[in-house]
């Protein structure tokens, strides 16, 4: 329980004091109109409580990230808590943190948009195609997890299948109506659920106090046999840093109404969503060294749904078992909800396409269902159609990320502010990104060594382009000067 316990109070302190540096360096200005007071439109810019946002941000990207990817990512053993403190504080936090900070100070633009500004023409088109993916994916892989968990706590009439029609017909209604509609008040009691699940967990782990692995007993994997690098940094995504959460920070930019909420509401999301990480992973330690990784019943690999669930039960009695399932539940269709409302502005926003008509944004949201719905099918129609999906979702989420903190790093270069906050995080993931793709099987599944070879070039080719732009750029203030 040490290292848990040392890992938890370093995730507290690093919003106290790295996230006190990161909020000095973008010197948000309280005295500045946001987007929400100065472009009302009654639908997606909506002044409201920052209480609210935060919320609202938080269930928006916790997904299933911080609950099932922490717990596959646990059978890396102790090293899943050193990426959970460390990928969260310096990284993923910074990466929330900015991405909405940019967004409020550009009029609430989604992230296309500000990669557009940062990183030119090219590479916001590649990022228009990618981020819509994403969200499709989104949309389409946050469906059939809670519906499988809603199945399972309901009579046998009310199977996965009538879940998944219920959870869609919710999702065209939250991409649709105003934000404040159902989105605004709905998800504070969400949020509830899912602090409360994590806040039970959190005492039982030290009412029960089981042995846990310590750091000092071993680092490296425990039960996962897949190469530590790049799989765990991939498996743990929301958990840490997920290219997903900057796609929905532009969403609360346009109803914050100051910017002096930034560090709250960016920053503190993100690292609420990694102590949650890190006591499920915790949780899911204590499983996989009591029960192993396959049902011995079944000789069925434990999903992340099973794990999760089993805990819950076990550790929170019959009712907060339920309320804690609930809270599981809620977090992956708070996830898709918003996601497929980011990708209605998106699309709004290339087609330039105002969205205080609700005809015009049925003209987008309907292929856009369409879409989502039949990719949710194929989910659902191949045995390995749900697992392809996701690992799909898992490198297009952290791809995302990549372009994210790049423009971070060009935008903190041209304020002359301190770049290499964001640079360092974004030559690991660039390496992250490249060598999964190259070593995963629905990617190349190249040779291990061919695979790593890459990343590292990868890394290295980012790292010259980034210097030669900024030489260039050093040269260009100085002939303007």
Known sequence: MVTFTVALVLLVLGY?????FVNRVFAPDAKRTTPAVEHNDGVDYIPMPTWKIFMIQFLNIAGLGPIFGAIMGAQFGTASYLWIVIGTIL???????????LSIRNNGANLPELIGKYLGTSAKTVMNVLSLVLMVLVGAVFVSGPAELLAGMTPAALNANFWIVVIFLYYILATLLPIDKIIGRIYPLFAISLLFMAFGILIMLYVKSPELPE??????????????????FVSIACGAISGFHATQSPLMARCMKSERHCRPIFYGAMITEGIVALIWAAAATWFFGEHGTVDAATGIPYSGAKVATLISKEWLGTIGGVVAILGIVAAPITSGDTALRSARLILADFLHMEQRCIRKRLLICIPLFIVTMATLIYSLADADGFKIIWRYFAWCNQTLS?????????????????????LI????????????????PEGFALSPAIGYSIGGLAVVIAAVWFMVWKKRKG???????
């Not at 990284?91 to 900070?101: K, L, M, N, P, Q």
């Not at 040269?475 to 000067?481: A, N």
Request: a positive charge.
């Open 16 to 20: 106290l004091v790295y996230g006190g």
């Open 91 to 101: 990284a993923g936090a910074v990466h929330d943190f900015f991405s909405g900070c």
């Open 215 to 232: 750091m000092w007993n071993g680092f490296g994997t425990k039960y996962e046999k897949t190469p530590i690098f790049p799989m765990m």
């Open 402 to 422: 990549v372009f994210t903190l790049w423009a971070i790093t060009i935008y903190l270069v041209q304020e002359r502010k301190p770049y290499i906050i964001t």
């Open 425 to 440: 995080p974004a030559l690991f993931m660039t390496c992250v990104s490249a060598t999964y793709i190259c070593l995963a």
């Open 475 to 481: 040269e260009g203030l100085r002939v303007k000067g």
